[in-house]
């Protein structure tokens, strides 16, 4: 089984990673993580973490594009590899995959 775990931030930002990546290491589950650079944050290279480097933008129209640009990044990122779950780790990112999701993973993620 491969699992794909969407952030809407850095890894060092999600408080709730560690519980699922050592779940998914105690059962043998490979995994991926897409996490999203906003601050320029200086992150280690992992061969499982895939990182969308965009800077924080002010300003709500220009954080709406910043969403969308995040959206196509993980669509590619999706239909370029076979994943069979999916959990994401905030509700603004699963709104913005919500087609996805449902057509492609229906009863497949968190």
Known sequence: MNVLLILGAMPVNSPYLNYYTRFLEQKGISYDICAWNRYENKYTTQSNLFVFDSKGRSGRVKKVFDYFRYRNYLLR??????????????????????K???????????
């Open 100 to 110: 996805t999701l449902t057509q492609n993973f229906n009863k497949k993620y968190i």
């Open 77 to 98: 990122h999706i239909n370029s590899r076979n994943y069979e779950r999916v959990i994401v780790f905030t509700i603004t990112t699963a709104i913005f995959l919500t």
